[in-house]
T-cell receptor, first 113, second 112 residues
Framework: EAGVAQSPRYKIIEKRQSVAFWCNPI?????LYWYQQILGQGPKLLIQ????????DSQLPKDRFSAERLKGVDSTLKIQPAKLEDSAVYLC???????????FGPGTRLLVL | SQKIEQNSEALNIQEGKTATLTCNYT??????LQWYRQDPGRGPVFLLL?????KEKRKERLKVTFDTTLKQSLFHITASQPADSATYLC???????????FGTGTKLQVIP
C-alpha cells in the first residue's frame, strides 16, 4: 500500500512570496490533515478535511493560509504572503475516518528568508 | 487552557534497560491517547492507541498506561535498543469530531 505523498520536500522562498504544497493521501482515506511543525515542537493542526469538507480550521491563519481538497482526494496548502515565522515542516496525514490512526507523509520543509 | 506536557529534556538510557516516557495533560478529557514515533526528517509513525476505559496496552516491547485520575500516560520500551532512538510524541483527542492535539515530544537516545 502506497503511503502519503507530499511535494515538494524542500522549499526556500523570500518573505512576502507565495508557496504551495501538495498532498496525495492513502487511497480510500476520507480524512486528511495538514499540520505545521516548528523545530522542537509537536505537530500543530492547521486544517482537517472529511472528504472535501472542512471539519476544523480553527488554527489556520486564514489571512495568509488557504487549503482545498478537490474531489475529496488530493489537497493543496497555500501560503500567501509568507512570513519568517512560517518556516517549519508542513506535514500531511490521512486516516480512514475519525478517531483512527493517522498516517503521515514525509513533510515539506519550508524556509522563509 | 488545554495543555499537554512531555519532558522536553532528552532521555538517555543504556541499551537493554527499560525507557519510560511521560505524558501529562491538564484541562482535558481525552477519549483516547496515542503515541507516535518520529525520526529526524520524517513524519510521525503511529505506535499505540489507548482509550479512556483502558488501563494498559501492550505491543511487543512497548507498553502504554493511561491514568485518567492522574491525567497521565506512561510509555515504556523494554529491552531498549539503539534503533529505538527517536522522538516520541503523545497525542490526545476528546473523540467525536474533536481534533487530535500533539505534545512537544521527548527525544530518546539509547546508548550502546
Amino acid at each position: 500500500e502506497a503511503g502519503v505523498a507530499q511535494s515538494p520536500r524542500y522549499k526556500i522562498i523570500e518573505k512576502r512570496q507565495s508557496v504551495a504544497f501538495w498532498c496525495n493521501p492513502i487511497s480510500g482515506h476520507a480524512t486528511l490533515y495538514w499540520y505545521q511543525q516548528i523545530l522542537g515542537q509537536g505537530p500543530k493542526l492547521l486544517i482537517q478535511f472529511q472528504n472535501n469538507g472542512v471539519v476544523d480550521d480553527s488554527q489556520l491563519p486564514k489571512d495568509r493560509f488557504s487549503a482545498e481538497r478537490l474531489k475529496g482526494v488530493d489537497s493543496t496548502l497555500k501560503i500567501q504572503p509568507a512570513k519568517l515565522e512560517d518556516s517549519a515542516v508542513y506535514l500531511c496525514a490521512s486516516s480512514p475516518g475519525f478517531q483512527e490512526t493517522q498516517y503521515f507523509g514525509p513533510g515539506t520543509r519550508l524556509l522563509v528568508l | 487552557s488545554q495543555k499537554i506536557e512531555q519532558n522536553s529534556e532528552a532521555l538517555n538510557i543504556q541499551e537493554g534497560k527499560t525507557a519510560t516516557l511521560t505524558c501529562n495533560y491538564t484541562n482535558y478529557s481525552p477519549a483516547y491517547l496515542q503515541w507516535y514515533r518520529q525520526d529526524p526528517g520524517r513524519g510521525p509513525v503511529f505506535l499505540l492507541l489507548i482509550r479512556e476505559n483502558e488501563k494498559e496496552k501492550r505491543k511487543e516491547r512497548l507498553k502504554v498506561t493511561f491514568d485518567t485520575t492522574l491525567k497521565q500516560s506512561l510509555f515504556h520500551i523494554t529491552a531498549s535498543q539503539p534503533a529505538d532512538s527517536a522522538t516520541y510524541l503523545c497525542a490526545l483527542s476528546s473523540g467525536g469530531y474533536q481534533k487530535v492535539t500533539f505534545g512537544t515530544g521527548t527525544k530518546l537516545q539509547v546508548i550502546p
